[in-house]
């Protein structure tokens, strides 16, 4: 089956950094791969994808301090978080798109406090 392994999670202060990794397994066809999070109470949003050939979106709330890049060879998608706000706490979610279905990872906590 499809598994995505997220890591990276944790806790900071404001202004601090945080790097999300998420190794993907279990299929052939590694399409498009992002991340995204859901804050509580909150719809689940978009935080940046980026597809195989190297394409990115991001939201406007991280655009400035976010990064997000893949190595293909490994299967595996980054999200580099700088300067991170209060705003930014929430489960992040990795995703990948394979054979035409999103599939998701279980989540990570990120909690920006001080």
């Known amino acids: 089956q499809v598994q995505l392994a997220e890591s990276g999670g944790g806790s900071v202060q404001p202004g601090g950094s945080l790097r999300l990794s998420c190794a993907a397994s279990g299929t052939l066809f590694f399409g498009t791969m992002g991340w995204y999070r859901q804050a509580p109470g909150k719809q689940r949003e978009l935080v940046a994808t980026?597809?195989?050939?190297?394409?990115?979106n991001y939201a406007d709330s991280v655009k400035d301090r976010f990064t997000i890049s893949r190595d293909n060879a490994k299967n595996t998608v980054d999200l580099q978080m700088n300067s991170l706000k209060s705003d930014d706490t929430a489960v992040y979610y990795c995703?990948?798109?394979?054979?035409?279905?999103?599939?998701w990872g279980q989540g990570t906590q990120v909690t920006v406090s001080s």
């Open positions: 995703s990948l798109r394979t054979l035409g279905v999103w599939r």
């Open positions: 980026i597809t195989r050939d190297g394409g990115t």
